[in-house]
T-cell receptor, first 112, second 116 residues
Framework: GNSVTQMEGPVTLSEEAFLTINCTYT??????LFWYVQYPGEGLQLLLK?????DKGSNKGFEATYRKETTSFHLEKGSVQVSDSAVYFCARSSSNTGKLIFGQGTTLQVKP | GAVVSQHPSRVICKSGTSVKIECRSLDFQATTMFWYRQFPKQSLMLMAT?????????EQGVEKDKFLINHASLTLSTLTVTSAHPEDSSFYICSAREDGGEETQYFGPGTRLLVL
């Protein structure tokens, strides 16, 4: 089927720790891939994206590389801050409908 | 950057009343907008695709007579929850895709609906 799977949370880290949130997808063709972030009580904000294989999206210290061979788009950050605490959603585009297919979301808690 | 607004941000209403939520793209045109519903600690559930100048396309299981969508201009889509009941209480989020742009969707800040 066509789906997006994220690692289960919550992920709890200390400030300045290294972050990885895994995301894998299934799809026919080559969708665009996205990471969105949702802070408490707010809507989603686009964090980064990649539109083709081997592209690396990056923003605010976060990175993710479009890996066609492993159908993955893992989110990484070298040193997290308390302000990074939020829910992170991985998503892929649907080729002919314009819709986004979301993963279930991963909650990140960063403690001082 | 592309900004999407929603109004109101929070609404409390009595059971049986109707509530209208607006979604606006502030600095770009959007022929296509999307309406989502999010339950606490869950992912987004796509309710419908809103198309300017034509009828909305609803996802399976979403009642089109319950959730009325109107996309009257290239910058405005509205969602009306008709005869709201407590089970309609939720967080409603819209998104817009820029005309001529890529597949990126830009999201509004969401509307918290509480039906008493």
């Amino acid at each position: 089927g066509n789906s997006v799977t994220q690692m289960e949370g919550p992920v709890t880290l200390s400030e300045e720790a290294f972050l990885t949130i895994n995301c894998t997808y299934t799809a026919t063709g080559y969708p665009s891939l996205f990471w969105y972030v949702q802070y408490p009580g707010e809507g989603l904000q686009l964090l980064l994206k990649a539109t083709k294989a081997d592209d690396k999206g990056s923003n605010k210290g976060f990175e993710a590389t479009y890996r066609k061979e492993t159908t993955s788009f893992h989110l990484e950050k070298g040193s997290v801050q308390v302000s990074d605490s939020a829910v992170y959603f991985c998503a892929r585009s649907s080729s002919n409908t314009g819709k986004l297919i979301f993963g279930q979301g991963t909650t990140l808690q960063v403690k001082p | 950057g592309a900004v999407v607004s929603q109004h109101p941000s929070r609404v409390i209403c009595k059971s049986g009343t109707s509530v209208k939520i607006e979604c606006r793209s502030l600095d770009f045109q959007a022929t296509t907008m999307f309406w989502y519903r999010q339950f606490p600690k869950q992912s987004l559930m796509l309710m419908a695709t809103s198309n300017e100048g034509s009828k909305a396309t609803y996802e399976q299981g979403v009642e089109k007579d319950k959730f009325l969508i109107n996309h009257a201009s290239l910058t405005l889509s509205t969602l009306t929850v008709t005869s709201a009941h407590p089970e309609d209480s939720s967080f409603y989020i819209c998104s817009a895709r820029e005309d001529g742009g890529e597949e990126t969707q830009y999201f509004g800040p969401g509307t918290r609906l509480l039906v008493l």
